[in-house]
């Protein structure tokens, strides 16, 4: 089976489908905005990229992956998707491929707003360009926490199937085992496990250190119980907590930036705002999606430190082997967790042998969190459930 993948970033979609099909891709397309982060996939696969904006390429593949970053639709954006054009990222790759590659399916991921009502304009016109290049048009939403590896990370994946019917797609229920039994997985001799994205040790943080001092040694398991994610989750939610947060700084000596820190997120809490919290982060069985903040303040779930890299990779499903070629860490969860792609990559070599039922029209959504589907012509205003 031949595939290629466009703007691989990191590489989870394109190392999955490798994973599937056994086979390494005929071509990896994207373009020099991207090579920081395209670098690290095609360091593993040793091969160069072809850059899409002055090259075209038009040998026929049987599928392509695709990941064209989409700020627009992330759940951390408030603004409309039109305020962004990185929205043009979706357009332009689904175009070239479309046009020159003709591949008999296109699978692409983006973010959860894809399949909500603000992806609403972009998935219109997504469909229009599927209609436009006689093309079906899907989407499969889901979350990596039921592809195997315990992270709750919400994704959209969208399909453009060479056919004027849209495949039904399976649903996907794998379970995964709890965070520590997980990442017990990572061999001893693997890299980047004394490599951390915190200079600072956690055991000198003096939130964690409030932490572990107002509810000892089992934190973790009292975090869980009472629903608390954070430091400053558990001082907002907890009455008194923030005044006693705030003595035990002062008592401690604690750097006056911790301290204003402290009293400024009270502060937020008090007039009914929220923040981005740094603060320590506590999971014991499932971890939130690796982005933003929480990248940097994940407390292991059996040991008083932080994440190491190597962790964090393991989290996004990149093999073993997979080694980084800059230090720009927080390019491991701009990124496909491989277990998800490779469910993903399954539904294309699936659509491909035809072995999956077909809409009566030229869409289908999935929603694999609550298992239901629904169907429709390209042209319907029936755009979600």
Same mark, same amino acid.
């Given at each position: 089976?031949?595939?290629?993948?466009?703007?691989?970033?990191?590489?989870?979609?394109?190392?999955?489908? !490798?994973?599937?099909?056994?086979?390494?891709?005929?071509? =990896?397309?994207?373009? /020099?905005?991207?090579?920081?982060?395209?670098?690290?996939? #095609?360091?593993?696969?040793?091969?160069?990229?072809?850059?899409?904006?002055? +090259?075209? !390429?038009?040998?026929?593949?049987?599928?392509?992956?695709?990941?064209?970053?989409?700020?627009? #639709?992330?759940?951390?954006?408030?603004?409309?998707?039109?305020?962004? $054009?990185?929205?043009?990222?979706?357009?332009?790759?689904?175009?070239?491929? #479309?046009?020159?590659? *003709?591949?008999?399916?296109?699978?692409? $991921?983006?973010?959860?707003?894809?399949?909500? &009502?603000?992806?609403?304009?972009?998935?219109?016109?997504?469909?229009?360009?599927?209609? +436009?290049?006689?093309?079906?048009?899907?989407?499969?939403?889901?979350?990596?926490?039921?592809?195997? =590896?315990?992270?709750?990370?919400?994704?959209?994946?969208?399909? %453009?199937?060479?056919?004027?019917?849209?495949? =039904?797609?399976? !649903?996907?229920?794998?379970?995964?085992?709890?965070?520590?039994?997980? #990442?017990?997985?990572?061999?001893?001799?693997?890299?980047?496990?004394?490599?951390?994205?915190?200079?600072?040790?956690?055991?000198?943080?003096?939130?964690?250190?409030?932490?572990?001092? +107002?509810?000892?040694?089992?934190?973790?398991?009292?975090?869980?119980?009472?629903?608390?994610?954070?430091?400053?989750?558990?001082?907002?939610?907890?009455?008194?907590?923030?005044?006693?947060?705030?003595? %035990?700084?002062?008592?401690?000596?604690? &750097?006056?930036?911790?301290?204003?820190?402290?009293?400024?997120?009270?502060?937020?809490?008090?007039?009914?705002?929220?923040?981005?919290?740094?603060?320590?982060?506590?999971?014991?069985?499932?971890?939130?999606?690796?982005?933003?903040?929480? %990248?940097?303040?994940?407390?292991?779930?059996?040991?008083?430190?932080?994440?190491?890299?190597?962790?964090?990779?393991?989290?996004?499903?990149? /093999?073993?082997?997979?080694?980084?070629?800059?230090?720009?860490?927080?390019? =491991?969860?701009?990124?496909?967790?491989?277990?998800?792609?490779?469910?993903?990559?399954?539904?294309?070599?699936?659509?491909?042998?035809?072995?999956?039922?077909?809409? *009566?029209?030229? !869409?289908?959504?999935?929603?694999?969190?609550?298992?239901?589907?629904?169907?429709?012509?390209?042209?319907?205003?029936?755009?979600?459930?």
């Amino acid at each position: 089976m031949k595939w290629g993948s466009i703007i691989p970033l990191i590489g989870g979609f394109t190392v999955a489908g !490798y994973q599937v099909t056994n086979q390494k891709p005929d071509v =990896i397309l994207s373009q /020099p905005a991207f090579a920081s982060n395209d670098s690290h996939c #095609l360091n593993y696969f040793d091969m160069e990229m072809v850059d899409y904006t002055k +090259e075209v !390429y038009d040998k026929h593949l049987d599928f392509v992956v695709a990941v064209p970053p989409c700020s627009a #639709l992330s759940s951390l954006n408030c603004k409309s998707c039109a305020d962004y $054009e990185s929205v043009n990222f979706l357009y332009d790759t689904s175009r070239y491929v #479309l046009k020159n590659i *003709k591949p008999t399916v296109l699978v692409g $991921e983006n973010a959860p707003g894809l399949s909500q &009502p603000k992806g609403i304009p972009v998935k219109q016109r997504l469909m229009e360009i599927a209609e +436009e290049f006689g093309y079906s048009f899907s989407m499969f939403f889901t979350t990596t926490s039921l592809h195997g =590896i315990p992270q709750n990370r919400q994704r959209t994946f969208y399909f %453009f199937t060479k056919n004027d019917k849209a495949p =039904i797609h399976k !649903y996907y229920h794998n379970i995964p085992m709890p965070l520590e039994d997980y #990442l017990g997985w990572i061999p001893k001799d693997a890299t980047y496990q004394d490599v951390y994205v915190q200079k600072e040790q956690l055991t000198d943080n003096f939130f964690w250190k409030f932490l572990r001092e +107002e509810l000892g040694p089992d934190y973790r398991q009292i975090m869980h119980d009472r629903n608390r994610r954070s430091v400053l989750s558990y001082c907002r939610r907890t009455d008194g907590a923030f005044e006693k947060l705030i003595n %035990f700084l002062e008592r401690e000596k604690a &750097p006056d930036k911790v301290l204003e820190k402290a009293k400024y997120a009270q502060q937020k809490f008090n007039a009914g705002g929220g923040l981005w919290d740094a603060s320590p982060n506590i999971f014991i069985n499932t971890i939130n999606a690796l982005q933003g903040r929480l %990248f940097q303040a994940a407390v292991h779930p059996l040991q008083d430190r932080w994440y190491n890299v190597r962790e964090y990779m393991h989290l996004m499903g990149l /093999p073993h082997d997979f080694q980084l070629v800059n230090e720009n860490y927080g390019q =491991i969860c701009q990124n496909v967790p491989v277990c998800t792609a490779a469910d993903m990559v399954r539904e294309a070599t699936r659509i491909i042998a035809g072995n999956c039922d077909w809409s *009566k029209g030229g !869409y289908s959504f999935t929603d694999n969190t609550r298992g239901l589907q629904t169907t429709a012509t390209l042209d319907s205003s029936s755009l979600f459930f």
